[in-house]
């Protein structure tokens, strides 16, 4: 039996990274399931800056691996003329990495024609735009879409889900079937350590600079905590928007003086490790996450994380992970002093239960047969 083809259109890929993890969850699909054949058709550029195009070749399908196919191409060819390239392959499945993107909006109407005619099984990974904290934002225009999407296409999509929280959300807003297949992420067998001295700490928010990212709130909390020694917080992702950065400029310059900010800009997957590695915790109180890659693989590298309950990820101390609601800030407040004054001994055990948390969450055998599940 031949492999099927599954046909993924990605707004953005690598070696583009300033979208984030979608771009990461699709990479994780492809190389988990080589039974698959995967041909990613996505632009020639990384999120917000379509001036300088990737030097790769374009308008041609490249290899990735033995099992996947990239094809770059300008932003006027992928918002109008994938249907060439899904007569070219002929998939047996049309993937969709988000409902509110541009390639969902300019090729639903080619890919559900398509998909008429040659019986082709199509999927919309929303991730997590249908969650409650992300339609908040620019909600109108969200609802008019999702009412028109419901008037005219009706019930013909399956919907991905990442986790039954997810999958209940969606529910909510339409009535298609919705399949959970959980977000794949980099696992490591050991755990890293790090010298943790009482009132000296190390915080982290890696993310791109948007209002769902919630930075604003994090600085917030930095300006009215109350602590002995210095603090340090590293912000990491592209500035989305320049209007809410503006805001998190004016609440940095109003930071006590013992709190020490430093802004990095965006970088690379690979070399968030690193980054992560020479810090002591994640501060994340995203508004919304359906996973959030950035939460795991904080976890995953021992490092306990601050974030808000609009996550997948189950609150306690022995899973490093506490979460509280926006409406709590301070709560947040008496979590970052409460880590700020840890002693080696105490952080030690509370890394150790971050790691080990992040390794129970992953069952990559289970994962597998939920995404055979979804393709088949």
């Not at 990974?125 to 908040?136: C, F, K, Q, S, T």
């Not at 609440?251 to 020490?260: F, G, T, V, Y």
């Not at 997957?269 to 995203?286: C, E």
């Not at 409406?327 to 080990?356: C, G, M, W």
Request: aromatic share 14%.
């Amino acid at each position: 039996m031949s492999q099927k083809k599954v046909f993924i259109y990605s707004d953005y890929f690598k070696p583009g990274y300033l979208a984030g993890g979608p771009i990461q969850s699709v990479s994780n699909i492809c190389n988990l399931l080589p039974e698959f054949f995967f041909y990613i058709y996505t632009q020639n550029f990384d999120l917000n800056d379509s001036q300088n195009p990737y030097p790769l070749q374009f308008n041609t399908w490249i290899e990735d691996n033995e099992t996947t196919r990239i094809f770059y191409t300008t932003r006027i060819s992928y918002l109008f003329l994938a249907w060439r390239q899904l007569f070219h392959i002929k998939p047996d499945v049309i993937y969709i990495n988000s409902l509110f993107s541009t390639a969902t909006q300019s090729n639903l109407i080619q890919v559900l024609l398509y998909s008429l005619f040659n019986k082709c099984r199509v999927i919309i990974a929303p991730r997590g735009e249908l969650d409650e904290g992300a339609l908040a934002i620019k909600s109108t225009k969200k609802k008019v879409f999702v009412f028109l999407f419901k008037l005219f296409v009706g019930r013909k999509i399956i919907f991905h889900a990442t986790t039954e929280k997810e999958k209940e959300f969606i529910k909510l807003q339409v009535k298609n079937q919705v399949l959970v297949a959980e977000n794949i992420p980099t696992v490591l067998t050991e755990q890293t350590t790090r010298i943790k001295q009482p009132n000296r700490s190390k915080f982290i928010f890696i993310s791109r600079i948007c209002t769902k990212k919630n930075l604003l709130f994090a600085l917030n909390c930095l300006k009215n905590i109350n602590i002995d020694g210095e603090l340090e917080f590293t912000i990491i992702g592209p500035v989305e928007d320049a209007a809410y950065w503006k805001k998190c400029e004016i609440a940095i310059d109003q930071l006590p003086s013992n709190i020490k900010c430093i802004v990095l800009g965006a970088f690379p997957h690979h070399q968030i490790q690193g980054k992560l590695t020479a810090n002591h915790y994640m501060l994340f109180p995203t508004m919304a996450e359906n996973f959030g890659h950035i939460i795991y693989e904080s976890l995953i590298n021992g490092l306990p994380v601050i974030i808000s309950d609009n996550t997948p990820w189950d609150n306690g101390y022995d899973n490093g992970v506490f979460a509280y609601s926006l409406t709590e800030e301070k709560s947040f407040i008496d979590r970052v002093e409460n880590f700020h004054s840890l002693q080696q001994p105490e952080y030690d055990i509370l890394s150790k239960n971050a790691f080990e948390y992040a390794k129970r969450k992953v069952n990559l055998e289970l994962i597998k047969t939920q995404y055979f599940k979804l393709f088949n």
